[in-house]
């Protein structure tokens, strides 16, 4: 018998999520006129991305795939668990639901793009994954000046998620640090958008575990391999 290299056989390939003009035009007011916005695109992505994308992460979780997330870059970088104690994974899009996921943020890429005229080349996503009493303290995902990240997307992967539940990401006022402005349940389908330097946000410590993917779209060119 010859030796064959046999490829992987992956489920056939699935349309690209839904994405209109006019949700796009929804998308970019949102971001003009507060900064930020939240919206359920569940029935926009199908009940088998989101399915398929918590399948992922839970495997990575529960093989303890993820990595201790880190604050900053070089030699900023910090792992500081008073600050945040999620675990993550990036995404390299090679995966049928990666793939299907990232023709979705493409697609939001060139529509914010073509809408507001950010300059957004390209994007960088991960999962994360927060266990029970795990957070995220108040910040902002980009540092004023720096112009890397640009506008931040957390799509939430979580079924019958209730208040009760906790984790939920809450929204700064761009004008008014102290004034909170959105609280968002981390329930699947869910997403949330906003101007990466622009709002402080916050998650609050969950009491059940919490998966999501975080995207970043950025100016930025990919960096040189050191
Ligand atoms: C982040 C973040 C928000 C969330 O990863 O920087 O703020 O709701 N995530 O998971
Ligand atoms: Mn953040």
Known sequence: MNNQIVAPVFPSSRPAPAVSDHWLDELADGLTEHGWMSQCVASRLGADL??????????????????????????????????RRDKIAWLQGVTPVQAELFAFFESVRLGLNQRLFLGLRRFEAHYATYHEGDFYRRHVDSFRGRASRVVSLVLYLNENWQEADGGALQVCNRENEDEICGTILPEAGRMALFMSEEIPHEVLPANRTRYSVACWFRCDEVPLPL
Not at 63 to 70: G, M, S
Not at 72 to 79: I, N, Q
């Open 50 to 83: 989101l399915q398929g994308l918590r399948n992922e992460v839970q495997i990575l979780d529960r093989t303890e795939a993820l990595a201790k997330a880190r604050i900053g870059r070089g030699a900023d970088m910090l792992r500081d668990r008073s600050v």
